[in-house]
């Protein structure tokens, strides 16, 4: 068995887990975010909660497909390496605005305040205490998707065969 297929699903997979815990993270904040406006008959999100559910339903699909295509099809192109090397780099760079964006907004809305100054409103200091863990979520994401594109690029560059770029890692040394 080919070890670099092996480390591609694991770490597809492994982002999956990874971006529905941000999913689930940035749902809790959006619930409590309701539950604060509906007290005053009004609505809204923050963005980097919907940034964080969208790059982590996107990253959750795409990664479902291309592990789903890459068992039950040779050579389907989004197995080929510049496709994956393109896609991950999509990805790894949408999760690192994930973090950025939730560590920017969370200063902009807390004012650098710490979480136990909101301890009257629950629902507040559970915004205040979400904002942290969905950037280190999205930052970790980045950094598996990042170290995966960087094995991507060197297994293309060390490749023997005459076009690395058309091949996929379960085809690789066939």
């Not at 039950?72 to 393109?86: A, K, M, P, R, Y």
């Not at 200063?107 to 205490?129: H, R, Y």
């Not at 999205?138 to 960087?150: D, E, H, K, R």
């Amino acid at each position: 068995m080919n070890l670099l297929w092996i480390y591609r699903v694991f770490t597809l997979v492994l982002a999956c887990i990874v971006s529905l815990v941000a999913i689930a993270l940035c749902a809790h904040t959006s619930t409590n975010l309701d539950k604060i406006l509906a007290a005053f008959d009004l609505s809204g999100s923050f963005p980097y909660t919907s940034l964080g559910i969208a790059v982590g339903s996107i990253t959750i699909i795409s990664n479902a497909l291309l592990i789903f295509l890459d068992f039950f099809f040779d050579n389907v192109f989004t197995s080929f390496l510049i496709f994956e090397i393109s896609w991950s780099s999509i990805l790894w760079i949408l999760w690192i605005s994930v973090g950025a964006t939730t560590l920017s907004e969370g200063k902009t809305i807390f004012k650098g305040q710490s979480c136990s100054v909101f301890d009257l409103v629950p629902s507040a200091q559970n915004i205040c205490e979400d904002i942290h863990p969905i950037a280190i979520v999205g930052f970790v994401n980045a950094a598996l998707l990042f170290v995966y594109t960087a094995v991507l690029l060197f297994a293309a560059f060390t490749s023997s065969g005459s076009s690395p770029w058309t091949t996929s890692l379960k085809n690789r040394g066939k």
